[in-house]
T-cell receptor, first 114, second 113 residues
Framework: RKEVEQDPGPFNVPEGATVAFNCTYS??????FFWYRQDCRKEPKLLMS???SGNEDGRFTAQLNRASQYISLLIRDSKLSDSATYLC???????????????FGAGTRLFVKA | DGGITQSPKYLFRKEGQNVTLSCEQN?????MYWYRQDPGQGLRLIYY???????QKGDIAEGYSVSREKKESFPLTVTSAQKNPTAFYLC????????????FGNGTRLTVT
């Protein structure tokens, strides 16, 4: 089982639509959670951190369910510029030794069309 | 402005040659990382360093080597032992490895023929 799993998509949605991405992680002791955005042939950029109580940043809402080891990202009122790959990211200490490391999901591709 | 600088942006090498990718940060971050990304694939961790003079292997360290002699610098050497070196290489840094998000450089596209 992969440490961080995401639906690869692609998701094709019209402008103005609401779209939700899901992510599951395998290590119950995972510490921190993030969503990144990656445009084609560019570096990933931090979209938002994910907090236990859930958090919102404009049109973006992130949720964390530690009991189910599940993270979600909701995008409301999609814009053409939201087209990108969205990466679910978790920090964990898989072996219990050697310190924490940051683990990326493979990403979910989103296409927003006019 | 603070940030991470990777150089060069594009790099071409002949098979059998070692090549070193540069990564410098002025964010005063303790942790630094190297990832590899192949077309249409996710990021895979090569090496990471939590502090100066210390580093750990990631998931795909074979054929790569790193050093962390200075806090600001974390160069990656792609050796001739790496069987499929052509890829997009991303360097990142963070305040720590546990709670902090990663900040990425612009990446280096390495092509080996």
């Amino acid at each position: 089982r992969k440490e961080v799993e995401q639906d690869p998509g692609p998701f094709n949605v019209p402008e103005g639509a609401t779209v939700a991405f899901n992510c599951t992680y395998s290590n119950s002791a995972s510490q921190s959670f993030f969503w990144y955005r990656q445009d084609c042939r560019k570096e990933p950029k931090l979209l938002m951190s994910v907090y236990s109580s859930g958090n919102e940043d404009g049109r973006f809402t992130a949720q964390l369910n530690r009991a189910s080891q599940y993270i979600s990202l909701l995008i409301r009122d999609s814009k053409l510029s939201d087209s990108a790959t969205y990466l679910c990211v978790v920090t964990a200490n898989p072996s219990g030794t050697g310190g924490f490391k940051t683990i990326f999901g493979a990403g979910t591709r989103l296409f927003v069309k006019a | 402005d603070g940030g991470i600088t990777q150089s060069p942006k594009y790099l071409f090498r002949k098979e059998g040659q070692n090549v070193t990718l540069s990564c410098e940060q002025n964010l005063n971050h303790d942790a630094m990382y190297w990832y590899r990304q192949d077309p249409g694939q996710g990021l895979r961790l090569i090496y990471y360093s939590q502090i100066v003079n210390d580093f750990q292997k990631g998931d795909i360290a074979e054929g790569y080597s790193v050093s962390r002699e200075k806090k600001e610098s974390f160069p990656l050497t792609v050796t001739s032992a790496q069987k499929n070196p052509t890829a997009f290489y991303l360097c990142a840094s963070s305040i720590d490895t546990r709670n902090s998000p990663l900040h990425f450089g612009n990446g280096t596209r390495l092509t080996v023929t």
